[in-house]
């Protein structure tokens, strides 16, 4: 019996790929460091993430060089004219 569900509430049923914007979960916490040094930006900041966006874009960064989101152009994410950036050597590979 389906108590308040449509009886074929499973016939038909198909994924499908996330939206654009969403990403895996960093289960290996292979970007845990990046995220940490933003994460500590923005408590010592009150929450305002504008004198954090370095620190966004190289959590983005190793996110992206980790394949936990797809690579896209900083312009596109809001971060391409950042002065003091050095995401090339905050994530390394592994």
Known sequence: MSFGRPPSIN???KTSPPDRGSFPLDHDGECKEQMMQYMDCLRKNSSASTPCRVMS???LDCRMTKGLM???EWKN???A???GDSTESTC???
């Open 11 to 13: 016939v038909g049923f």
């Open 57 to 59: 874009k190289q959590y």
């Open 70 to 72: 797809e690579r896209d």
């Open 77 to 79: 994410l809001g971060l």
């Open 81 to 83: 004219n950042l002065d």
């Open 92 to 94: 390394a590979s592994s």
